[in-house]
T-cell receptor, first 120, second 115 residues
């Protein structure tokens, strides 16, 4: 079974600074996807960024980027120019590349989360 | 295009009562996933349904919990004889019927409190 570990229960960053959130995972599969989700106090789960395991290039979405180290099974999230609105719980998640019969597979395994505080 | 709709947002039940949580997927989505988030925890997969079919229920507790996604209407997660340990936020996500789907969309969750 796959596991996802987030070793930092809480992190804080000054506004406009950069912060990196850590995530490691364990799997025997070669085809999979990794995600970072943001959960603000409203509880809405918001997809921040996605990485396909077969892609060597690290994914980037505006101020958010990842450092994907496949051999080390590490998938960290870097937030640049932090803003007050970035304050939230961040979850790392794993999805197998295996597809169920009938198509689709969005069964996610989540880490326990990192609570990010942004200080003005 | 409305997002994934869950209702109610908040549900209070006394121990022993039944809880029914509803999830209407996004238009065009026929795949629904239910997750549970206990306090201070990440989301944990419970069940994956397609219309009229349970595809994967490996995360469902063996007793008291059931889920359905009928041909018409929302998906329902049903918890019978609730206990205090069932208190949690329950999330539903939906995706289109494609192996190439790159994202599932989450609802805002139902917070169940058992008193």
């Amino acid at each position: 079974a796959q596991t996802v570990t987030q070793s930092q229960p809480e992190m804080s960053v000054q506004e406009a600074e950069t912060v990196t959130l850590s995530c490691t995972y364990d799997t025997s599969e070669s085809d999979y996807y990794l995600f970072w989700y943001k959960q603000p106090p409203s509880r809405q789960m918001i997809l921040v960024i996605r990485q396909e395991a077969y892609k060597q290039q690290n994914a980037t979405e505006n101020r958010f980027s990842v450092n994907f180290q496949k051999a080390a099974k590490s998938f960290s999230l870097k937030i640049s120019d932090s803003q007050l609105g970035d304050a939230a719980m961040y979850f790392c998640a794993y999805r197998s590349g295996r597809v169920y019969s009938g198509g689709s597979n969005y069964k996610l395994t989540f880490g326990k989360g990192t609570l990010l505080t942004v200080n003005p | 295009n409305a997002g994934v709709m869950q209702n109610p947002r908040h549900l209070v039940r006394r121990r022993g009562q039944e809880a029914r949580l509803r999830c209407s997927p996004m238009k065009g989505h026929s795949h629904v996933y239910w997750y549970r988030q206990l306090p201070e925890e990440g989301l944990k997969f419970m069940v994956y349904l397609q219309k009229e079919n349970i595809i994967d229920e490996s995360g469902m507790p063996k007793e008291r919990f059931s889920a359905e996604f009928p041909k018409e209407g929302p998906s329902i997660l049903r918890i019978q004889q609730v206990v205090r340990g069932d208190s949690a936020a329950y999330f539903c996500a939906s995706s289109p019927p494609s192996s190439m789907a790159t994202e599932a969309f989450f609802g805002q969750g139902t917070r169940l409190t058992v008193v």
